[in-house]
Nanobody
Framework: QVQLVESGGGLVQAGGSLRLSCAASGSIFSINFMGWYRQAPGKQRELVAQ???????NYGDSVKGRFLISRHNTKNTVYVQLSSLKPEDTAVYYCYADLTTRYWGQGTQVTVSS
């Protein structure tokens, strides 16, 4: 069993920054992809960013140049730095980790006020 615990969400003004963290624990041998999706009310879940164990990254088009993903392999933790936030970034952010299957965190709310 694997658990993912997210932290770092909250309320921020437009133009501000937040850092989200997600720590995986449990029966972990090796995690390949880790990353973040988000889901706003009435919208489909969309990719925010993902990162491989080797550090290769991929970003959703709407966040490129503003968000930065990183990970600490020995701590099984993934981070995403959210910068230049916009009201349209408001969503629940979910982290995930790919082992033999995909595990998800419970989600953390990010609200950006205008």
């Amino acid at each position: 069993q694997v658990q993912l615990v997210e932290s770092g969400g909250g309320l921020v003004q437009a133009g501000g920054s937040l850092r989200l963290s997600c720590a995986a624990s449990g029966s972990i041998f090796s995690i390949n992809f880790m990353g973040w999706y988000r889901q706003a009310p009435g919208k489909q879940r969309e990719l925010v960013a993902q990162i491989t164990r080797g550090g290769n990254t991929n970003y959703g088009d709407s966040v490129k140049g503003r968000f930065l993903i990183s990970r600490h392999n020995t701590k099984n933790t993934v981070y995403v730095q959210l910068s230049s936030l916009k009201p349209e970034d408001t969503a629940v952010y979910y982290c995930y980790a790919d082992l033999t299957t995909r595990y998800w965190g419970q989600g953390t709310q990010v609200t950006v006020s205008s």
